[in-house]
């Protein structure tokens, strides 16, 4: 028989938040990618800033994108710093679009990735795990009527979050701590299958 997510709660989220802190790898990388983005290259004004960037996600997050180059020369003709300094949330669809030869990829996860980078208290990360959660979520509690699609648009994205932070009375955690909340449940509830 199939576990299903408990209703999040205060010590819920908090007990998820504890267990993020003993999972030594992560928590490694994200102090690399902290000490990248915030200390190393904070700026996105030159080709080789962005590409140690683009390549350090594309490698912890296996994000799967295979010209780390064009991304990041992608990403340098966006002019991005304006935008996520002022939390801008058009900017992450924006970087998500991709020209690679003849065809337009959505690097969409990886894009709000990069921006939750530079600043988390914004930008949330979208991934697979963080949809199968709120989709779960918005079948059983009814938090919200967003269709799937309305995941795909970063700003709608953003507000299904603070939906959820609102209807399950989380205001005491950050986008970011709710979001390593969803990224482990939905790990432990909805693994993917191999």
Aim: aromatic fraction near 16%; charged fraction near 25%; hydrophobic fraction near 35%.
């Amino acid at each position: 028989m199939k576990n299903y997510p408990p209703t999040p709660n205060l010590d819920l989220i908090e007990s998820y938040l504890q267990k993020w802190d003993t999972l030594e790898n992560y928590i490694l990388q994200e102090n690399s990618l902290n000490l990248l983005f915030h200390k190393l290259c904070p700026e996105n004004i030159k080709t080789e800033h962005i590409l140690l960037k683009v390549s350090s996600l594309n490698d912890f997050y296996s994000t799967n994108i295979y010209d780390t180059f064009t991304v990041a020369k992608h990403i340098l003709n966006c002019e991005i710093d304006d935008s996520l300094s002022k939390g801008k949330l058009d900017i992450v669809n924006k970087i998500a679009r991709v020209k690679i030869k003849k065809r337009t990829i959505n690097f969409y996860s990886f894009a709000s990735k990069y921006c939750s980078h530079h600043n988390p208290a914004v930008y949330p990360i979208y991934d697979s795990y963080v949809e199968k959660m709120l989709m779960y979520f918005k079948r059983v509690e009814k938090f919200d009527t967003f269709l799937k699609d309305d995941l795909k648009d970063y700003p709608k994205f953003v507000e299904i979050i603070r939906n959820f932070q609102v209807y399950f009375h989380l205001g005491k955690f950050t986008l970011r701590q709710i979001d390593i909340y969803l990224w482990l449940a939905g790990k432990q509830y909805f693994p993917h299958k191999y």
